[in-house]
């Protein structure tokens, strides 16, 4: 280009958007303060008026003068994000390969990206001078909810929260009020909160056992510089206390603390036990919240308000001063990884590259952690803190399997397994029965014609929701009534199968009198149903707990002495090289439920392939022995962690155009030295939601290789006319191989 501007300073500034780039802005002609790197803007784009956030300034722009746009205001007088967590979130752009613009947009709450104030403001409502005169001569005559609040503004100002207080529903008064100019409103700042510098000291906590204390105390002499922990405690071994000790001594030297978790289920339970310790301010994060509610937790961390921020995945972008150190707790689970949407990212491996730039240890606790996590550990990039014992001396639950092709099952559940169910409850402990799968039963089928309901829209079949009396897929959510008869034939139509909602049925009906309590997407959908159910068990009320992988995120149930696994099969054969690692995580996991208190627990897995090896080793040796076994096989097989995956995902409305666009993409690739593309294929459930998937995977034993590649190939990908024909994205990292 030609006709360089010179022009000091020029803002280059993200934008939400699908290109690659930085944009070029002028600053504004008036402003009373230089505007930083971190700060949000709003800029013209087009015929749009968009907000951006500015990454860097700049002397000069290669766009010509006659070009080059003014920012039309900044809107903060200090960056939303501060340098660290700006170069994280501009290296995390480049990892992932994802537009920096939409990374920056999915760290921010929504109300920010719209353009909400950066600090806590109150809204107030006042009279106007019209609206004086028409109160004093009685008006509004036929509106009585306007006449009050009129009334209620007759003598001062007041608070947004002072009218709903006083008023109780009142937005639809002041609109029309406003409109008709009688009233008006505006936005105030609050006065931040004092904050006091000296903690109160928290309570001692139980006393630690020897191998808590020694974690303890080696995180605590890292608290100055980044190491990375991991925190291998068996179930039950008392991780949570130790987080809590390390976030003690965190406050203690005026920083604070970040706590990830993966599932919304968990936060309450450790909110509660880090409320309990610390008095001081906390903020917690998670998808579940109003807009209003994530921007309020989001604006007390930003303040340091909130000295401890507890969230789930996308918390790991949360502003934090004086971050003193990360937990992820739970390290090993699926859920923090992001595989769906745009930008795709790893919520705890993004943890350890923060804290590392922030000179902050990194605490990943689990009792399973994950391959890759065993794998860094072995090379030394991470040190292991053992928990070998469970805090309350307990003994690790007896586990043994039961043979369903020696014994006889009913409905899901072996006699033994029912057996044993009894002998539990009449020593008063309670029993928790694990099945990975929600609904009545997975299939409804016709035993004259062999129909079976499908999904019309996946490759898959309709759930049977006995309850509701519905047919659902879970996969795309298709919903339809629950037919008498088939629809093909009309003869009459049976379950095949069982669903947590059918053993809970048959649950009852052996065990009459005997409150069960379910746990799984069905019944915890609102907000508060959680905390009821963990009332349930944890009262004595629910005496049998019926749940899928929603009731192995590290619950505490002290009196579940019992834990019978349906359909441990599930995982033993998959194509994916995940999937036994999923499946020992989730039994172990599973099994770490029982026994927690003062008595022994039981742990009974049902299959039909007692020999099997993973179930063998899993038996003998436990999970270390199977991730030894793990590393091995995948060390010969080079698959991850031993080599670097990239996967390219699309979908569109034919298979024939979802495969076309991914061969397209593989012919651009220049034969790389060390870099093989394998695909493309057509997912393992090829029809999803109505469209056809397909991927195709790229892979290096070299993670530098492999993003070479990646830099030099996805600009051509995106010039691909198909590309714009299909929905597609780039997963770095993926963990699961649909």
């Avoid at 039963?441 to 309709?462: F, N, Q, S, V």
């Avoid at 109505?690 to 034993?701: N, P, Y």
Wanted: net charge positive; charged share 25%.
């Amino acid at each position: 280009m030609t006709g360089k501007t010179d022009i000091a300073p020029i803002l280059r500034v993200a934008l939400a958007t699908p290109l690659r780039r930085l944009f070029d802005y002028r600053a504004p002609a008036e402003c009373a303060a230089p505007i930083e790197p971190g700060m949000r803007v709003r800029v013209p784009f087009g015929r749009q008026r968009l907000i951006g956030v500015v990454m860097e300034t700049a002397l000069r722009s290669d766009l010509p003068d006659g070009r080059l746009k003014a920012v039309i205001e900044p809107l903060d007088d200090r960056p939303i994000f501060d340098r660290a967590l700006l170069e994280l979130l501009d290296w995390a752009a480049g990892y992932y390969h994802h537009p920096i613009g939409e990374v920056l947009s999915a760290a921010l709450p929504k109300a920010l990206r719209l353009g909400a104030s950066l600090r806590a403001v109150e809204e107030r409502w006042r009279l106007t001078a019209a609206g004086h005169a028409a109160y004093s001569s009685g008006e509004p005559r036929r509106a009585p909810r306007q006449r009050q609040l009129l009334a209620a503004l007759s003598d001062a100002e007041l608070s947004a929260d002072t009218l709903q207080d006083r008023l109780g529903s009142w937005r639809e008064a002041g609109r029309a009020l406003r409109a008709r100019g009688w009233v008006t409103s505006a936005e105030q700042p609050l006065a931040p909160q004092p904050q006091n510098p000296v903690l109160p000291q928290p309570p001692p906590g139980p006393t630690l056992n020897e191998e808590q204390r020694q974690a303890t105390e080696r995180i605590c002499q890292s608290l100055d510089a980044f190491s990375a922990f991991v925190l291998h405690g068996i179930t039950g071994s008392g991780k949570t206390e130790v987080y809590l000790r390390v976030t003690g001594q965190v406050l203690a030297k005026g920083r604070s603390a970040l706590v990830l978790v993966p599932e919304i289920g968990l936060t309450p339970q450790l909110v509660a036990r880090f409320r309990e310790r610390f008095a001081v301010g906390m903020s917690v994060l998670h998808s579940a919240l109003t807009d209003q509610e994530r921007l309020s937790a989001w604006r007390e961390a930003f303040s340091g308000q909130a000295r401890i921020v507890l969230g789930t995945r996308s918390a790991v972008f949360a502003p934090v001063p004086r971050l003193g150190v990360i937990i992820v707790d739970e390290e090993h689970d699926a859920s923090f990884k992001q595989h769906e949407g745009g930008f795709r990212y790893s919520a705890r491996d993004l943890a350890v590259v923060r804290a590392r730039r922030a000179a902050a240890p990194a605490v990943l606790g689990s009792a399973t952690p994950a391959i890759e996590t065993l794998h860094n550990v072995e090379a030394g990039r991470y040190v292991r803190l053992p928990l070998t014992r469970r805090a309350v001396q307990a003994a690790p639950p007896r586990i043994s399997l039961i043979d369903l092709r020696a014994n006889a099952h009913h409905a899901g559940l072996s006699t033994p397994a029912v057996q044993a169910i009894e002998r539990h409850l009449g020593a008063g402990g309670q029993a928790l029965v694990f099945l990975n799968r929600r609904g009545y039963a997975p299939t409804l089928l016709c035993t004259a014609c062999g129909w079976i309901a499908p999904c019309t829209a996946c490759d898959a079949r309709l759930t049977v929701h006995l309850a509701a009396a519905r047919l659902r897929c879970h996969h795309c959510g298709a919903d339809a009534q629950l037919p008498e008869r088939c629809p093909q034939c009309g003869f009459a139509v049976k379950t095949v199968g069982q669903g947590t909602e059918r053993i809970e049925e048959t649950l009852a009906r052996l065990f009459p009198g005997l409150p069960c309590v379910r746990l799984d997407r069905d019944v915890v959908r609102h907000r508060g149903d959680m905390e009821e159910a963990m009332r349930r068990i944890a009262s004595g009320e629910g005496r049998i707990l019926v749940g899928t992988q929603m009731v192995t995120k590290g619950h505490d149930f002290p009196n579940v002495t019992l834990v019978v696994v349906l359909n441990a099969d599930q995982g033993l054969f998959s194509t994916d090289f995940r999937a036994p690692e999923r499946l020992a995580q989730t039994i172990v996991q599973v099994a770490g439920r029982a026994g927690r208190g003062e008595r022994p627990g039981e742990v009974l897995i049902q299959t039909e392939f007692p020999a099997h090896p993973l179930l063998a080793g899993l038996l003998a040796e436990g999970y270390e022995g199977f991730a030894r076994t793990a590393l091995r096989e995948r060390s010969e097989a080079s698959w991850p962690p031993f080599s670097r995956l990239a996967a390219v995902r699309d979908s569109a409305a034919t298979a024939e155009a979802a495969l076309a666009f991914l061969t397209e993409a593989r012919a651009l690739a220049d034969r790389p030295r060390g870099v093989r593309l394998l695909g493309p294929v057509p997912a393992a459930m090829a029809k999803r939601a109505g469209r056809h998937h397909a991927q195709l995977l790229v892979e290096s034993t070299e993670r530098a290789r492999l993003h070479r590649f990646l830099d030099a190939w996805l600009p051509r990908v995106e010039s691909l006319p198909s590309a714009r024909r299909v929905r597609w994205a780039l997963d770095v990292d993926p963990i699961e191989l649909f």
